[in-house]
């Protein structure tokens, strides 16, 4: 058997499931393969990063909406704001910027009230 015939492996998912894939993946010029690798590589970021899928909807929902706004608003450029993106790429860049976002998602689960079981 050949390396390539080694490398995959089928697996059964749902009709709905390959269709979403399959719209999604268009117009990034994905397969639809392509297109579940990329949401398991994300699914394994947010798992790792200790968010839950609801946070990091959330947390995308609000990066989205900011950069609407800032597109609808034309906001120019400041040495103030570069000052402030170069700050945030060498935050992000040493994962620190990460590390601090596991630990307030740790601490505000911590604070948040247990339900009932």
Excluded: C
Excluded at 56 to 68: F, G, L, S, V
């Amino acid at each position: 058997m050949s390396q390539a015939q080694a490398a995959f492996a089928s697996v059964k998912l749902p009709s709905a499931l390959v269709a979403q894939a399959r719209e999604a993946a268009q117009p990034m010029r994905r397969s639809v393969a392509g297109q579940v690798e990329y949401w398991a590589t994300l699914g394994r970021i947010v798992e790792h990063s200790g968010l839950t899928a609801r946070e990091a909807q959330t947390a995308i929902a609000n990066y989205e909406a900011t950069a609407r706004n800032a597109l609808a608003n034309k906001v120019a450029a400041t040495p103030q704001a570069d000052a402030l993106l170069a700050q945030y790429m060498a935050v992000e860049a040493d994962g620190s910027l990460a590390q601090r976002v596991r630990e307030v998602v740790t601490q505000n689960r911590s604070k948040a009230p247990r339900k009932a079981a």
